[in-house]
């Protein structure tokens, strides 16, 4: 993954950015959900450009960093849980605390105090606010221990980059100094899901089916699908629902009628999921679902558009800003609508709604993660003397 595809203003002595990023909950293999593939797509992203010299701070996936990036630029955290790893983060220990980095880049809620890292540039990405906004969604331990870590990192930080204009406004409400240190830079689509080759899942092909991605937290909103969905099979028999996601990282809300759904083979969930089926999902699904009631981005909603789905989202303001006239927007708390654009949905078809679209020419060229990684770097240079 090395190269050069970009070039820029390096430090004053002419060599690159020495830019370290904080990948400690990047597991091996480097797969995962939303704040993973960014922290990789990143990383990758900036080690194709000649005026960065990444490094990483990585735990389990250090051996996987190690396969693109030189071993001496793969700096090894402690083997610690993974609560305490983030909090020794925050203490700014071992790679952190040395000298002749420009650049600490925070991916996911916290940096390493200021006394720790002298004068390196400090980034932290702000993928939500669902930490301050609801910290019900979260477990007492991370309710307690990182809640306020996390609101120093944003008050501290020299640049915020934000992935979207409404997170950016969550961040304002919590902090109002935070706009003029704030850039928004939206996320993209992974290349690893553009690139993989479809893999079909047997137990759907051939199937109609609608598509949610993402964990059963409560702000993903899936019981209002879930116990929509007897609705939709009655006017529409066969229908599957497909589940694909993670499980929460705290409280998990499946809707009453999940077991019962998943038992007449009307709903199948699916963890775990690599890219090449991920994307059969995309390519096959009749519609892609985003009932959230709260998101910072909007990854799957992307993806779905990105690889021609129909989809269609709540009115949360990160959904309608990433999918703009894309997609229709409804309400999180009626299930009617729902149930009414899914069954129109599932009746027209897959191959009838990608006809449609031909015709229409509406052909997206996605946004990819070397303009992802040149809006930040061009926000830590008009930050950095």
């Known amino acids: 993954m090395s190269g050069s595809t970009a070039a820029g203003r390096a430090p004053g002595d002419g060599r690159p950015l020495r830019w370290l990023v ?61 609560l305490a790893t983030a909090l020794v983060e925050r203490l700014g220990g071992g790679p952190l605390g040395r000298d002749g980095l420009d650049v600490v880049q925070g991916t996911k809620h ?18 939500d606010m669902i930490l301050l906004d609801r910290p019900a969604d979260f477990d007492r331990a991370k309710r307690v221990l990182l809640r306020r870590p996390y609101l120093s990192s944003l008050r501290e930080a020299d640049v915020l980059a934000s992935v979207s204009a409404a997170t950016a406004a969550g961040v304002a409400r919590w902090v109002p100094e935070a706009p003029t240190r704030t850039a928004v830079v939206p996320l993209a689509t992974s290349p690893t899901l553009l690139d993989a080759v479809p893999e079909p899942l ?111 989202t709540s009115t949360d303001p990160a959904l309608v800003e990433a999918t703009g006239d894309a997609a229709p927007h409804l309400p999180f708390d009626d299930p009617d609508p729902w149930v009414a654009a899914t069954v129109a949905a ?23 993660w070397d303009d992802v990684a040149a809006e930040t770097v061009a926000a830590v240079r008009a930050r950095r003397p």
């Open 202 to 312: 047997p137990q759907l092909a051939g199937r109609s089916f609608a598509l949610v991605v993402g964990d059963p937290s409560p702000r993903k909103n899936l019981p209002l699908l879930v116990d929509a969905w007897p609705r939709v099979v009655e006017q529409v028999p066969g229908a599957v629902l497909v589940v694909v996601g993670p499980d929460s990282w705290g409280e998990t809300v499946h809707g009453q009628h999940f077991d019962r759904l998943a038992a007449a083979g009307s709903l199948v969930r699916l963890t775990g999921l690599p890219d090449a089926p991920l994307r059969w999902c995309y390519e096959q699904a009749a519609v892609v679902l985003c009932p959230s009631l709260a998101e910072g981005f909007g990854l799957p909603a992307l993806e779905g558009l990105d690889l021609g789905a129909p989809v269609i």
């Open 110 to 127: 916290l940096l390493p105090l200021r006394r720790r890292i002298g004068r390196a540039t400090t980034v932290l990405t702000v993928h």
């Open 22 to 82: 904080m990948a400690t909950h990047v597991g091996p293999g480097g797969q995962g959900g939303g704040i993973v593939r960014y922290t990789t797509q990143l990383a990758a992203a900036l080690e194709r450009r000649d005026d960065v010299e990444v490094h990483v701070l990585a735990g389990e996936a250090k051996e996987w960093f190690r396969g693109w990036l030189p071993a001496e630029r793969v700096h090894a955290a402690p083997r610690l849980p993974r």
């Open 346 to 368: 599932l009746r027209r078809g897959r191959a009838a709604a990608d006809v449609e679209r031909a015709a229409a020419g509406a052909v997206r060229t996605p946004r990819s």
